[in-house]
């Protein structure tokens, strides 16, 4: 049985309330243009959004079925949805990989994209860790209580390259037991009396499962090849609740977008190759070519790939069976330094722009998440994500040093034309905002945006620095730059329609041409008839047949 809800877009999230009457939907809203948590009755013909759920992501419920966490902003937050009062922040989560609430009013989740899974009251406080990463592991994510409440599931996973690697798993909050169940690259979802489900390939399938021995048993099931799955994060869209209510975001394959040219006047002016599984669009120096991320056509890994502007077709650029993502041009356009994890965590690389010769791995600092975000114009610094803080090298000596840390998490950092200055993104407030800081010394600093913002762009004249508001309209701001920065009142250009951003190393969705005068957009592509949600009512009788 198939319903329809008043939300615009498929939705990207979905979760079923543990009484089975109701479902969350991260979906679209048109109104606010941006993305919010709606709720609907199973058999119902409309969805409300949630107020205070901006841009929210991997809700999950109170076992009571009244209240949902999820991840926004940067933290983990909750909602009464009868009280009708504003979300309550419960604790930092930069990088929210789904969570689940027992009885006992713990919570456990994954508060980022690497490392193990964290517990936390429900009533907020101070996280605390509760299973750790091996050393051929990425990341502890999509937890899911068993009946108990003490043990469940969760998905161990690498994201280098070795799908045979990955495992549904099963822990304890009270002790570091650990039980592998199988082989998966996506999350599992538990049913009663005992099933497990989850996807074998791109089908999901259920099977017999013992949740006091965290045994499989018997044949597995078909359910549905129809499961929407996202290969970025090992996420398959949906949620079960007994043996009688599933819930699905149907749709198959690689969700793509076109890079499309928007003149200042948001006037389209034409796109750049086809539409694919594009991220991280990245201009060169000339102007002449875009480097890109894009995931390959069996959906398990992500390589690089150079287009030129004036036509042509597409090349590939690296082709390492992992995750290279985060291209940057350097400031002469003869090579591309970019971040890839197939050492199981993400080091930096470089390679000539033309393809030829070897990459070379130039500085490995042994943490989870390392990529560049910018080069100076003269080539002495590159700006360097370092997990959540923003460091710079000197391709001298490539000794890493702190730009910023301690406040916020810090996206997005571009050095002005002239090299004194850093324009970024961070949420220290509490929600993501625009600042430009003097460097090397940040002690002068300027609040760019108002009401959110985020990727900062700069004119490569120096003279305006372009950023996405929080309802994702382009703005520019007129500035001066030298010994002291002048920036003037920000102005809106056009509202546009940017794919939403995935993952940690997924941050730029668009790119400015030289003069200023044109966008190189990653738009997301409206489907004129969206994949349906699907509930499928008494589904394990019928999947038994």
């Not at 003490?150 to 549904?168: D, K, M, R, T, V």
Request: a negative charge; glycine letters at 10%.
């Amino acid at each position: 049985m198939y319903f329809n809800s008043s939300v615009r877009f498929a939705a990207n999230n979905v979760a079923l309330s543990p009484d089975g009457k109701k479902v969350a939907l991260v979906a679209y809203a048109q109104q606010v243009n941006k993305y919010m948590i709606w709720i609907q009755e199973i058999g119902g013909q409309s969805a409300e959004a949630v107020p205070g759920t901006e841009d929210p992501s991997h809700p999950f419920w109170s076992p009571d079925s009244r209240s949902i966490a999820f991840f926004a902003q940067g933290q983990l937050k909750k909602v009464d949805i009868l009280s009708g009062r504003a979300p309550q922040i419960l604790c930092d989560a930069p990088h929210g990989r789904g969570g689940a609430w027992n009885r006992d009013g713990v919570i456990l989740f994954s508060p980022d994209e690497y490392g193990g899974l964290f517990r936390v009251s429900s009533a907020g406080g101070t996280p605390a860790p509760v299973t750790t990463v091996n050393a051929n592991e990425f990341s502890h994510r999509w937890p899911v209580f068993l009946p108990d409440g003490q043990h469940f599931l969760y998905l161990a996973a690498n994201f280098s390259g070795h799908p045979e690697s990955n495992w549904i798993v099963v822990g304890s909050l009270n002790s570091g037991e650990r039980h592998n169940v199988v082989n998966a690259s996506s999350n599992a979802a538990y049913a009663d009396p005992g099933y497990l489900l989850y996807l074998r390939g791109n089908v999901l399938v259920a099977q017999r499962f013992d949740p006091r021995t965290y045994l499989l048993s018997g044949d597995s099931h078909t359910i549905s090849d129809e499961v929407q799955y996202s290969q970025l994060i090992d996420l398959a869209l949906l949620d079960v609740v007994g043996p009688k209510t599933l819930v699905v975001q149907t749709g198959k394959g690689i969700a793509k977008s076109p890079l499309t040219w928007y003149e200042r006047s948001g006037r389209p002016a034409g796109t750049v190759g086809a539409p694919d599984a594009i991220a991280n669009p990245s201009l060169s120096p000339d102007g002449r070519r875009v480097v890109y991320d894009q995931i390959d056509r069996d959906g398990r890994n992500i390589n690089i790939w150079i287009d030129e502007l004036a036509g042509g077709v597409p090349a590939r650029f690296t082709f390492s069976p992992a995750a290279d993502q985060l291209p940057v041009w350097t400031p002469d356009g003869n090579r591309i330094t970019f971040g890839s994890n197939r050492s199981f965590h993400f080091t930096l690389y470089q390679k000539n722009s033309d393809g030829s010769g070897t990459e070379t791995q130039v500085i490995d600092l042994g943490i989870p998440q390392e990529g560049p975000w910018d080069w100076s114009r003269d080539g002495k610094y590159l700006l360097l994500m370092r997990n959540l803080e923003l460091w710079y090298l000197s391709p001298s000596d490539w000794q890493p040093k702190p730009f910023l840390q301690g406040k916020g998490n810090v996206r997005n950092a571009q050095f002005s034309p002239d090299g004194k200055w850093v324009a970024y993104s961070s949420n220290e407030t509490g929600s993501w905002e625009v600042y430009v800081s003097a460097f090397p010394n940040p002690l002068s600093k300027r609040l760019i945006s108002s009401g959110g913002g985020q990727e900062p762009r700069w004119r490569r004249d120096g003279k305006e620095l372009f950023y996405l508001s929080a309802d994702a309209k382009l703005m520019v701001v007129p500035v001066k730059l030298g010994a002291i920065f002048e920036a003037g009142p920000a102005e809106v250009l056009f509202q546009t329609h940017a794919r939403q951003l995935t993952g940690v190393m997924d941050v730029f969705s668009y790119d400015v041409s030289r003069d200023g005068q044109k966008f190189l957009i990653n738009v997301k592509v409206d489907e004129p008839v969206p994949s349906p949600v699907s509930i499928v009512l008494n589904w394990a009788s019928e999947a038994e047949r």
